[in-house]
């Protein structure tokens, strides 16, 4: 069974920073692009950061570029996300999500994890 787990969501201060951490299970780590999804209550689920599986390329929002930072483990089978310099803005729930390739295809989304609160206060 495909599993993704998140943790380290939680309240911060504008300005502040959190690392998200994504554990996965049940299929071959190695193999497929890991990535993050966001949704604010009332808004659009936006595309947040992805990792290909393939030679580590990374894609970030424009809404996050310079402030957070993907990264992955493949001996932990772990995907972070480090959010620098946050923003009341970026308060949402926050997905880890497996694609279904070694690329940031978001045509080929494939599990989701439980989803981890992120609350970011003026």
């Known amino acids: 069974e495909v599993q993704l787990v998140e943790s380290g969501g939680g309240l911060v201060q504008a300005g502040g920073s959190l690392r998200l951490s994504c554990a996965a299970s049940?299929?071959?780590?190695?193999?497929?692009?890991i990535g993050w999804f966001r949704q604010a209550p009332g808004k659009e689920r936006e595309g947040v950061s992805c990792i290909s599986s393939y030679d580590g390329s990374t894609y970030y929002a424009d809404s996050v570029k310079g402030r957070f930072t993907i990264s992955r483990d493949n001996a932990k089978n772990t995907v972070s996300l480090q959010m620098n310099s946050l923003k009341p803005a970026d308060t949402a729930v926050y997905y880890c999500?497996?694609?279904?390739?070694?690329?940031?295809?978001?045509?080929?989304?494939?599990?989701w994890g439980q989803g981890t609160q992120v609350t970011v206060s003026s």
């Open positions: 999500v497996g694609y279904g390739s070694s690329w940031c295809d978001e045509t080929l989304l494939g599990s």
């Open positions: 049940g299929f071959t780590f190695d193999d497929y692009a």
